[in-house]
């Protein structure tokens, strides 16, 4: 291992927060790196067939793959300052020297010596316990959306998705899209947890949405050959009678919890916030962590929607600019932040709003 | 290849078919995209057989995060196939427990 890399900003995942943030502090001269583990940038916006909702500014109206590419598009116009690197995790971070070690494939490793940092690194799926669900053919829903969204590849005959969230509803319509047949869609909760306007879509092409049950196991050998569903009752337990369900894909869209790992490397204050899918860093309005070098956005800051997402990471690049003292355009923090505000209004906000009101401080003092 | 003929809103633009073998067996995929796609493209599924207890594992998040679809790839074990790119004359070959490590091979570039 020879030189260590210096950079002004180290973006750690180029999704729909990495890359927005790459965009804004781009555009006021801050020298950036960005590391994305993936074999392409876009995180899971090129997944997305379909339009976003939200505001004009947020690109509603344009279907997610698009925007991943206006969004670059606008990184092109400062492309001297950004250094891309794919297919290349940040592993490591050192709190004596503030070295992060990067992991380029799987055999080759460089250091980087960032004066700030953005984790940006998203989220990961979580899975339920049930017999056999380690079995192949029993994938995660963003998995599901990669095969076929991004390389065109059949991901089954038929499948199973459980989860009626916007996630499970939404990967039911794009698998129909690619031909797939959905068998059905399990909620365990009693009501759709997912916009209607999505639901409707599946339902008016006849797909059933199951509410109130569950898998009970996955059926098959060697690879899913089918499942077992049951209905629940008001407390979750198992009543009525199992029933077969022939399908060769068990989709699970059970949630997302975020991915930050080297947040808790780096010492960052951290908090179990339930509304926000998990741990997430205690954070200031301007998305800076406990640790003065370390800023968080997109869904490793707690789960919610890419439009979100892309604000955050705007607010980020904007204020590690500011850190770094460079001349910035103070007037968009309010400009950005009146926007994060107006997406979260509203009964849809309302659990992201609670979550907030935990995680979030006003002011870090002299910390 | 088991690939979407047609699709109402995305169009895929594939690059070069390369050749790869997996146990063995001459398949063909698109060079720069995962192992992990190409073998399920052609009807693979099981990657692995766990250590403990020899359950077959095919991947789950495909984004790099869960081990579950670890291979051997040209002799090196516990490689990521979700995220790593295929090219041509690949040797992907199933993984039996935690693999071994290869030795007598040149691996990578950390002078």
């Not at chain 2, 196939?81 to 295929?86: D, G």
């Amino acid at each position: 291992m020879s030189e260590i890399k210096k950079t002004d900003i180290l973006i750690v995942g180029g999704g729909a927060a990495g890359l927005s943030a790459a965009a804004e502090a781009a555009s006021y001269g801050a020298k950036i790196t960005v590391l994305e583990s993936d074999l392409h940038l876009g995180g899971q916006l090129v997944k997305q067939t379909h339009k976003f909702f939200g505001s004009k500014d947020e690109h509603a109206g344009t279907r997610g793959y698009k925007i991943a590419d206006i969004i670059l598009k606008e990184i092109e116009d400062n492309k001297e300052n950004v250094e891309v690197h794919t297919n290349t995790a940040a592993v490591g971070f050192y709190k004596n020297d503030g070295i992060v070690t990067a992991m380029s494939g799987e055999e080759s490793y460089f250091k980087l010596q960032p004066k700030k940092i953005l984790m940006a690194t998203g989220a990961q799926e979580r899975i339920i316990p049930f017999p056999n669900n380690d079995l192949p053919g029993v994938y995660g829903a963003g998995a599901v959306q990669t095969l076929m969204n991004v390389y065109g590849v059949v991901p089954g005959k038929k499948v199973l998705m459980v989860g009626a969230g916007n996630i499970g509803l939404i990967v039911s319509y794009q698998l129909m899209q690619a031909g797939v047949e959905i068998a059905a869609v399990l909620e365990a909760l009693p009501k759709i947890g997912g916009y209607w306007v999505h639901a409707a879509k599946i339902r008016r092409l006849g797909v059933p949405i199951l509410l109130r049950h569950t898998i009970k196991a996955a059926l098959g050998k060697d690879v899913v050959e089918g499942a077992v569903i049951q209905e629940l009752n008001d407390k979750f337990q198992l009543i009525g009678e199992p029933k077969k369900i022939d399908c060769d894909v068990i989709c699970l869209a059970v949630g997302l919890t975020p991915t930050n790992e080297m947040l808790w490397q780096a010492g960052c204050e951290m908090k179990f916030v339930s509304q926000l899918c998990g741990h997430v860093p205690v954070r200031d309005a301007k998305l800076r962590t406990s640790h003065p070098d370390f800023w968080v956005a997109g869904d490793a800051a707690g789960i919610e929607e890419a439009s979100a997402a892309m604000i955050e990471g705007r607010i980020a690049g904007l204020a590690m600019s500011e850190a770094l003292g460079l001349k910035i355009q103070q007037e968009n923090y309010g400009i950005y932040q009146e926007r994060l505000d107006s997406l979260r209004r509203g009964e849809a906000g309302e659990k992201i709003r609670c979550g907030l009101g935990m995680a979030q401080i006003t002011d870090w003092g002299n910390k | 290849m088991q690939l979407i003929k047609s699709h109402p809103i995305l169009e895929f633009s594939h690059g070069k078919i390369v050749k790869f073998s997996f146990d063995g067996k001459d398949m063909k995929g698109f060079e720069g995209e995962p192992i992990a796609m190409a073998l399920h493209a052609n009807g693979v599924h099981i990657y692995r057989i766990t250590p403990e207890m020899k359950r077959p594992r095919g991947f789950f998040c495909a984004i790099g995060k869960c081990s579950s679809c670890f291979m051997v790839v040209d002799g090196v074990p516990n490689v990521r196939t979700c995220v790593t790119p295929l090219n041509e004359g690949m040797k992907v070959e199933t993984q039996t427990g935690k693999g071994t490590v290869p030795l007598n091979m040149e691996v990578g570039n950390n002078e």
